[in-house]
């Protein structure tokens, strides 16, 4: 399988398409359901919020999406690319040139600067934006030069989602991104992604279990023990400013 070649995407299209997803991990002759028979579509340029308690299934739906785990049964697509029985090559693309990935823990190499630390993926992108306009996108334009040891837990957290955008994916995949944080500092990283959303119209899923979080989406995807509860959708998103934790 070769992964498509990305155009623009005009508003609407349907990026991921999930079919009747199932996720069974296996621990010796146990055997855990993750995921029960998920089907829903993520459409280009929208900000989704998944909703749930841990355990609900959220991380390895995300995970799936990612191309960082593979479905036990169903189908993910991708723009029409199969990525449920793409090879390990296809899927490593995949992620390298298409998906953007924001995680709790920021993981940043702490002998490099804000600058450099995004500049180790720019390397390896193949039209990606300058460290600097990555940076200035999230607010950090005048900490490029400062080591993670020298910036707070939500400035390190900014520093991980102008990393994972600078590549200019066209999907970014964030997994409890405020989990680590007060909700003070939570709220201006959320302000970050809300940004780049609309910025560079990348479609964004969030996972999370704050409730919060929701009204600044554009749907609202809930789960519960594996399956899908809910899908809402948000005609009047509010802005991080204005949520309540």
């Keep these: 399988m ?19 997803v199932t996720k069974v991990y296996r ?14 579509d993520l459409y280009s340029g ?30 993910v697509r991708y723009r029409g690319a199969d990525l449920t029985h793409a ?10 040139y298409h998906a953007g990935f924001v995680f709790q823990f920021y993981n940043l190499i702490p002998s490099l600067t804000a600058r450099e630390n995004v500049a180790a993926v720019t390397e390896i992108a193949r039209s990606p934006m300058k460290p600097e306009e990555a940076l200035s996108m999230v607010g950090l334009g005048e900490r490029l030069d400062h080591f993670p040891s020298q910036l707070s837990g939500g400035e390190q957290q900014r520093v991980a989602i102008a990393r994972a955008i600078a590549k200019r994916p ?34 964004t899923a969030v ?30 998103p509010r802005q991080p400013r204005e949520l309540t934790w």
């Design 2 to 20: 070769r992964m498509p070649t990305l155009p623009n995407t005009p508003a609407g299209e349907v990026v991921f398409s999930v079919r009747g």
């Design 27 to 40: 621990m010796g002759e146990v055997e855990v359901q993750a995921l029960r028979g998920i089907t829903l």
């Design 46 to 75: 929208e900000f989704v919020v998944i909703l749930g308690p841990s355990g609900s299934g959220k991380s390895t739906l995300l995970n799936i999406l990612g191309g960082l785990d593979r479905a036990t049964a169903g189908t």
């Design 87 to 96: 090879g390990d090559r296809q899927l490593t693309e995949y992620r390298r």
């Design 170 to 203: 066209a999907v970014l995949l964030c997994d409890e991104p405020t989990g680590a944080l007060d909700s003070a500092t939570g709220i201006v990283v959320l302000e970050a992604l809300a940004g780049v959303n609309r910025g560079l119209k990348t479609t």
């Design 207 to 236: 996972i999370t279990h704050n409730a919060g979080i929701a009204m600044m989406a554009d749907r609202v995807v809930r789960m519960s023990d594996g399956h899908i509860t809910g899908v809402e959708q948000n005609p009047y």
